[in-house]
């Protein structure tokens, strides 16, 4: 009897992990599910190295920016912003740049880079006068 119950207990522990390892890989299915590739905003970009890893330049924003959606950070009047890229705009489309912001008073968008339109900044400091033209890819516009 008492082995009986060992058994028992065995088999209702396997078979009680089935649904959890299921219920687990559908989990990490839907967050992966959740990334989006949105429309570029242009087909080049001005960066400082192949890798646009270097800072441009340095700008101080001139207005509030509210991010449309997850390509943008959001930027406040007065913020440092630390510019990596600009787009090379198309015929009769917006000019935007690629950055990130630094400060106190914002400190839940610190570090992550995102686009804005340019005309919210003013560029203060250049850090890089050669400049690299690199043609976009589809993650330089990817959401998560």
Same mark, same amino acid.
């Given at each position: ?53 270097? =800072? ?64 919210? =900044? ?5 850090? =890089? ?16």
């Amino acid at each position: 009897m008492e082995f009986e119950l060992h058994s028992l207990g065995s088999a209702l522990s396997v078979s009680m992990s089935y649904p959890l390892v299921i219920l687990l890989c559908v989990g990490l299915l839907h967050q992966t599910a959740r990334a989006v590739l949105m429309d570029k905003l242009a087909d080049n970009k001005i960066c400082g190295d192949a890798e646009c890893s270097y =800072v441009l330049s340095m700008a101080t924003a001139l207005d509030d920016f509210i991010a449309p959606d997850c390509r943008f950070i959001n930027i406040k009047k007065g913020q440092i912003v630390y510019v990596y890229s600009k787009l090379i705009p198309e015929e009769g489309a917006g000019v935007f740049w690629s950055g990130s912001v630094y400060s106190d008073r914002y400190v839940d968008q610190m570090g992550i880079i995102g686009y804005f339109p340019a005309t919210v =900044v003013k560029e203060t400091h250049t850090f =890089v006068e050669d400049t690299v033209k690199i043609t976009t890819a589809d993650l330089d516009f990817y959401c998560d």
